[in-house]
């Protein structure tokens, strides 16, 4: 499985981005999808999961309520809509798949690097 994330770029804080990652080379429906992040000099973290079929979904706590994940299987495509930006939102952010839900995700993309501006 191919993953190419895009759509990041330099928001002001309180401003939006939407993440976009399209899969090649796979049923992109047989995968659960996530969206992880890695801050300037900390580790890569968990931000966002939904299952493959859409019904579900988990987020870290600091994004509840600003951040929405979301995927069209049709495109081939998962999202992070990200709303009400921080500056500790900074960060590369990658989305990841899956087979096994709970499992480390197998397929990684390239990341696209978010930066807030406080």
């Known amino acids: 499985v191919q993953l190419q994330a895009s759509g990041g770029g330099l928001v002001q804080a309180g401003g939006s981005l939407r993440l976009s990652c399209a899969a090649s080379g796979r049923t992109f429906s047989t995968l659960h999808m996530a969206w992880y992040r890695q801050p300037p000099g900390k580790e890569r973290e968990f931000v966002a999961r939904i299952n493959r079929g859409g019904g579900g979904t988990l987020y870290k706590d600091s994004v509840k309520g600003r951040f929405t994940i979301s995927r069209d299987n049709a495109k081939n495509t998962v999202y992070l809509q990200m709303s009400s930006l921080k500056a500790e939102d900074t960060a590369v952010y990658y989305c990841?798949?899956?087979?096994?839900?709970?499992?480390?995700?197998?397929?990684w993309g390239q990341g696209t690097q978010v930066t807030v501006s406080s």
């Open positions: 990841a798949g899956s087979s096994i839900l709970t499992s480390t995700p197998t397929y």
